[in-house]
């Protein structure tokens, strides 16, 4: 069939054969790797305003004290008899116990418990069961009763003088639970209801009304102090960096 071609035509057909069985037993090229993509820098970090800070710092609960807000929303009945509960239990309400009980066996208050370690440990175990009892009626019943926000929420601006003024200014103004501001009954009517029920357990010459409005005095005071470290936790967990004692918090916040 390839008579009548001539030479060079029947040499330029072989040569197109000759490449088109090169081109099918040549590999396929591999796919290239994507191009690098350039390294992002982070994004600048925005500044919080002090308030926002405050809630940042105490975005996950404080162990040390529990009753210290992390949030803005009100907080339901079972959400306030779990901060009761965690108030009773918190290392802040044994440490406070043990500094009282050891100031009462000083000065030799609740005399009927003795001295040595057994009237230590009579006073300690009478502390932890006033102040959870003062927790019970001022954190939990109280407030879901009146509709008020147990919780301590920090000021965190301001001087020293107006900060301290603020703290302790929260024994007879507390918030709603729709954030307004109102008398805190609770927290003025729950330790008395607790050092009423403590004469049931104290000793016989502790159970007297003038003794109970003392020991109701005397817990007013720790309150303020209290309120006071409160107001201030924040600055003090951050500068010292004791996250061990409130794990949770982030002293690098």
Not at 102 to 107: C, F
Not at 184 to 199: D, H, K, V
Request: no cysteine; aromatic share 12%; charged share 20%.
């Amino acid at each position: 069939m390839w008579r009548g071609l001539p030479v060079w035509g029947l040499v330029a057909i072989l040569l197109a054969f000759a490449q088109a069985g090169a081109a099918q037993q040549e590999p396929k090229p591999k796919e290239l790797p994507d191009a690098p993509v350039p390294k992002q820098e982070p994004t600048e970090q925005k500044h919080e305003n002090p308030l926002e800070e405050t809630f940042s710092i105490l975005g996950r609960r404080s162990i040390f004290f529990p009753e210290l807000a992390a949030s803005r929303g009100p907080l339901s009945k079972k959400q306030k008899f779990e901060l009761f509960a965690d108030e009773s239990a918190a290392p802040s309400r044994f440490l406070s116990s043990a500094v009282s009980a050891g100031i009462a066996q000083a000065r030799d208050s609740l005399s009927g418990y003795g001295q040595e370690w057994s009237g230590y440990g009579k006073r300690f175990g009478s502390s932890i069961a006033s102040g959870a009892s003062t927790n019970f009626f001022g954190t939990f019943l109280l407030p879901s009763l009146l509709h008020t926000d147990p919780r301590y929420f920090v000021l965190l601006r301001g001087g020293a003088g107006y900060r301290i003024k603020y703290a302790i200014s929260r024994i007879v103004i507390t918030r709603t639970d729709a954030g307004g501001r109102t008398a805190n009954w609770p927290g003025m009517i729950g330790p008395l209801l607790a050092e009423s029920l403590a004469t049931s357990y104290l000793p016989a010459n502790e159970q007297t009304t003038t003794r109970t409005f003392k020991r109701y005095g005397v817990r007013i005071g720790f309150t303020a102090a209290s309120n006071v470290v409160k107001e201030y936790w924040p600055t003090i967990f951050r500068g010292l960096r004791i996250g061990k004692i409130a794990p949770g918090l982030s002293p690098n916040s």
